[in-house]
């Protein structure tokens, strides 16, 4: 338990990996001695503030995510680990983690699965913010100068001081996130960002500041900049 909450920790691990252009999940891949999905659940099962932790998989791929771990003895880690199995789209694949949440869940952190180097600390600081403010979200300042543009054509030049580059964990307190999700369900919404949901709903997303290494494995380079950073730690 966190300050008496009980943090439950989604983790969306059911995309195609099409980018990739591997023949399996980029969730097998490995960064170093370990696979990208291994990399992502030992973090949050290392931080000791997560409860639960919940992995939405390909239906195709969901015998071979669960051996991974049966294989490496995850249960030497005291965190309960469940898995389930995606929807069509990110935010219904979110929602079929939510499903298995326990009745004790105060908190929903909903981390990319593809986000191996995230670290404890990060973890720690988005958790404690969303408990103070209700929603809380890992971010990044942008570095270069963003243009608003329509047929390659600048339109605008935003602040840049006010842009950030939004990561996960995404950490909202469940009955906030159970309400904006069934108000995007019957307005026909689907969002790929969870803070959209509770944005729906006029509700505020604290901004914790995160690092730069937390990156999101998309394609083949992705893995080279991963090792990369792995080996700087």
Same mark, same amino acid.
């Given at each position: 338990?966190?300050?008496?909450?009980?943090?439950?920790?989604?983790?969306?691990?059911? *995309?195609? %990996? !099409? $980018?990739?252009? =591997?023949?399996?999940?980029?969730? @097998? /891949?490995?960064?170093?001695?370990?696979?990208?999905?291994?990399?992502?659940?030992?973090?949050?099962?290392?931080?000791?503030?997560?409860?639960?932790?919940?992995?939405?998989?390909?239906?195709?791929?969901?015998?071979?995510?669960?051996?991974?771990?049966?294989?490496?003895?995850?249960?030497?880690?005291?965190?309960?680990?469940?898995?389930?199995? *995606?929807? %069509? !789209? $990110?935010?219904? =694949?979110?929602?079929?983690?939510? @499903? /298995?949440?326990?009745?004790?869940?105060?908190?929903?952190?909903?981390?990319?699965?593809?986000?191996?180097?995230?670290?404890?600390?990060?973890?720690?600081?988005?958790?404690?913010?969303?408990?103070?403010?209700?929603?809380?979200?890992?971010?990044?300042?942008?570095?270069?100068?963003?243009?608003?543009?329509?047929?390659?054509?600048?339109?605008?030049?935003?602040?840049?001081?006010?842009?950030?580059?939004?990561?996960?964990?995404?950490?909202?307190?469940?009955?906030?996130?159970?309400?904006?999700?069934?108000?995007?369900?019957?307005?026909?919404?689907?969002?790929?960002?969870?803070?959209?949901?509770?944005?729906?709903?006029?509700?505020?997303?604290?901004?914790?500041?995160?690092?730069?290494?937390?990156?999101?494995?998309?394609?083949?380079?992705?893995?080279?900049?991963?090792?990369?950073?792995?080996?700087?730690?």
């Amino acid at each position: 338990m966190f300050n008496n909450k009980f943090i439950s920790a989604v983790i969306v691990a059911a *995309g195609s %990996s !099409t $980018r990739m252009k =591997s023949a399996v999940s980029k969730q @097998l /891949l490995k960064i170093g001695k370990k696979t990208v999905l291994e990399h992502t659940v030992s973090a949050f099962a290392q931080s000791d503030i997560v409860d639960e932790i919940i992995v939405v998989c390909p239906q195709a791929d969901k015998e071979s995510f669960e051996q991974l771990f049966i294989n490496n003895n995850f249960c030497n880690y005291s965190t309960p680990l469940k898995f389930t199995v *995606g929807g %069509s !789209t $990110r935010q219904q =694949s979110v929602r079929n983690g939510v @499903l /298995l949440l326990s009745d004790d869940a105060d908190y929903i952190a909903v981390h990319d699965g593809a986000r191996p180097l995230i670290k404890t600390e990060h973890i720690k600081a988005v958790v404690s913010d969303a408990v103070e403010f209700g929603a809380a979200t890992l971010a990044v300042p942008v570095k270069d100068t963003v243009k608003i543009a329509e047929n390659l054509t600048v339109q605008s030049t935003p602040p840049r001081d006010k842009l950030y580059l939004i990561q996960t964990p995404q950490v909202f307190e469940k009955n906030n996130y159970t309400r904006a999700y069934e108000k995007a369900g019957s307005e026909n919404l689907d969002f790929t960002d969870d803070c959209q949901l509770v944005e729906l709903t006029g509700g505020k997303v604290h901004i914790t500041i995160g690092d730069y290494t937390n990156i999101k494995i998309t394609t083949a380079e992705d893995i080279a900049v991963a090792e990369a950073f792995l080996k700087m730690r």
